[in-house]
């Protein structure tokens, strides 16, 4: 077991890179602090493709007969979902005393959320509203995380929002990304979380157990 390479106290270290994970590097690390982010998987070029889906695709289970799919890459699952978005139930957390509507109201200056207009509607999703509206169905648009001014004329995989972009902030801004980095237990002292201690893979079938330490985890 070795510490980290640098000896560097981390100001905060974010275990995994998908959409909770990316948003909070970003946030501190546009503050000035040193954040240490660790990803399971690997940095990949994110494109919608076959090859590239199934080498990040992987399974969990949810129950002893149900499994889901997630993704292990830097970013997280938003590079297979489907850019829609439900609101959060701002009223029922307010009820709780949990106020979202300043963050909330805060990320969606930050996030290219709106309706997608007909115009960049595929013409199967067309048949489809059609049918169900004659069917009798209340057909609604949800809300989409696509950047529309990315779209020439049809949906892009390239203007969908994807954790990954908020990763790339946060590298820019200081924050340092160590990929293939499975954590495997949160280091204590005094009852508080002090560190990482994590598995880095090299090379195919070589790995190092390596730890990391920080003032918040």
């Known amino acids: 077991m070795t510490m980290s390479a640098d000896g560097e106290i981390y100001d905060c270290i974010v275990v995994g890179s998908g959409t909770a994970g990316a948003v909070i590097a970003r946030e501190l690390s546009g503050r000035g ?55 959060p139930p701002i009223d029922a957390y307010r009820a709780l005393g949990i106020d979202l509507q300043p963050a909330y109201d805060a990320i969606r200056l930050q996030l290219p959320l709106a309706e997608m207009p007909d115009a960049l509607m595929s013409p199967q999703t067309h048949r489809v509203r ?4 004659a069917a009798g169905y209340d057909w609604k648009k949800k809300l989409m995380l696509i ?22 902030d946060a590298v820019r801004q200081g924050a340092v990304l160590k ?39």
């Open 33 to 87: 602090q040193r954040v240490l982010i660790l990803e399971r998987g690997r940095y990949i070029p994110l494109k919608e493709t076959v090859w590239t889906l199934a080498s990040m695709f992987n399974e969990v289970h949810v129950t002893d007969k149900l499994k889901d799919a997630r993704v292990y890459a830097a970013g997280g699952s938003s590079a297979m979902y489907m850019a829609s978005m439900d609101e």
């Open 179 to 217: 990929c293939r980095a499975l954590a495997e237990r949160v280091l204590t002292e005094s009852g508080r979380a002090v560190g990482v201690e994590c598995r880095i893979r090299e090379g195919a079938f070589g790995s190092r157990a390596v730890r990391f330490r920080a003032e918040r985890v």
């Open 130 to 133: 059609e049918a169900a509206v």
């Open 147 to 168: 950047d529309q001014s990315k779209c020439s004329g049809v949906y892009s995989y390239d203007a969908k929002w994807k954790a990954l972009s908020f990763v790339d």
